[in-house]
């Protein structure tokens, strides 16, 4: 992987993680609002199956 497609990459990122906030704040603050009142283990849960999606979509993809 070159640096371009790196960068790419984070770009992409950054532009989906902008585009709930922006269509729909008040939908966002009430999500993240219901994120802050989950446990540590469940948001580890959720950071892990986020991490193994990525990681399975990439590997299927190449």
Known sequence: ???NTFWTALALVLVLEGLFPFLSPGGWRQTFLKLME????QLRFFGLTAILIGVLTLWLLN
Do not use: P, V
């Open 1 to 3: 992987m070159d640096s």
């Open 38 to 41: 989950l446990r540590d283990g």
